[in-house]
């Protein structure tokens, strides 16, 4: 491309105010260093080969503006918050902003609301310090949020590995984890067991039937079951013919059991128990 004349191969942030330049200029240093020193031109520190200078455009008078460039492959900052509208626009596609090979580290807070698009999808590696989603969140492959994951509403999908180091915060919904929670320390959780809250109320009279044909096992876990080592429990199948309200089946075709719902039948049997002591006590 021809060159401008007046412009002379200056750098832009320090020739003609809020002009970029479409020709040649051989005067943009590929480093900071050999630049004139100036504090308008700086290294991208995220670009460790050369180029990675970047220069600030100025303003009309003579401000310095919140974008700088470079040479081509130095790089951009913008530099305060950015926005970018597609409203007006033709993005048949829906991808009003894509990022490519590098991938997207974000320092600081990622905010996504999206009021046209019902999903918004995150996928190969991200690293972010807090992610705040008001719709639906679709991450896949390795996600590490370091600041926790805060969901206001709609549903949120991991597919791969999700670290959460700061916590996870379910403002509204439920939380379904279709695999294993491991948790190095406590979990703590309660269950809704409100009186208003039930119908059709009737007091458990066949805990001892019950708690007679239940057995409890040790065993080994094979193969098949994602686990080691020696384990204790009962059996889904006997524990589904008797309460088959406290078994359910899993996406794999396997049983598990819930064994809350085998306390009150415990309950009932140590009372009975108690009274069936009393009772002999008192002869």
Known sequence: MASITGLGG?????????????????????????G????GVFNNPNRTASPNANAILTDGIGQASSLSIGLQNAGAEI?????INGSGGNFTDGKLLTVCNGGAYIEGELFVKDEFVRTNSICGTTNMCR???DQTLTVTGCTTLNGGLNVAGGTSNFTGCATFNGGICVAAGDLTVNGSINAANDITAFTSSDKRLK????????SNNVINKLNGYKYEWNEKSNKSGEGVGVIAQ???ELIPSAVRENQDGYLSVDYIKLIPYLIEEVKSLNNRIKTLESK
């Not at 002009?19 to 900071?32: C, G, Q, R, W």
């Not at 004139?36 to 504090?39: E, Q, W």
């Not at 119908?199 to 066949?206: A, C, F, S, T």
Request: negative net charge.
């Open 79 to 83: 530099t305060g918050p950015a926005i």
């Open 131 to 133: 992610l705040n989603v």
């Open 199 to 206: 119908n059709n109320i009737i007091k458990i009279d066949d």
């Open 10 to 34: 200056e750098i832009v942030a320090f020739t003609y105010p809020s002009l970029i330049k479409v020709a040649d200029n051989s005067s943009l240093p590929p480093t900071a260093s050999l």
């Open 238 to 240: 006997e524990v589904q």
């Open 36 to 39: 004139r020193g100036a504090p």
